[in-house]
């Protein structure tokens, strides 16, 4: 079992920054990929950044040169720093660590808000 939760969301004006925060608590060692998805209201969940063990992070196009995540030596952190927000960012952001079909974890979400 995995748990998963977020923080560092917030309410932002346009251009601001966030650090969000995934902190993963349980059996993390055997974990093959993690990443951040959001939500906005109306919309589908869309995987935002990412990246599997040992591999390169992926990004979203509408996220490119803006976000980045990293995570700690350990993968008990993932972080997902945003800059440049927009608008249309606002959404919620949850944290997905994947290890196979069958066992994948959700953390709460935290909502970021971009307005002025």
């Known amino acids: 079992q995995v748990r998963l939760v977020e923080s560092g969301g917030g309410l932002v004006q346009p251009g601001g920054s966030l650090r969000l925060s995934c902190a993963a608590s349980?059996?993390?060692?055997?974990?093959?990929?993690m990443g951040w998805y959001r939500q906005a209201p109306g919309k589908q969940r869309e995987l935002v950044a990412g990246f599997t063990r040992g591999g390169n992070p992926a990004y979203a196009n509408s996220v490119k040169g803006r976000f980045t995540i990293s995570t700690d030596n350990l993968k008990e952190t993932v972080y997902l720093q945003v800059n440049n927000l927009i608008p249309e960012d606002t959404a919620v952001y949850y944290c997905n660590y994947y290890y196979n079909a069958s066992y994948t974890y959700w953390g709460q979400g935290t909502q970021v808000t971009v307005s002025s």
């Open positions: 349980g059996n993390i060692f055997s974990i093959y990929a």
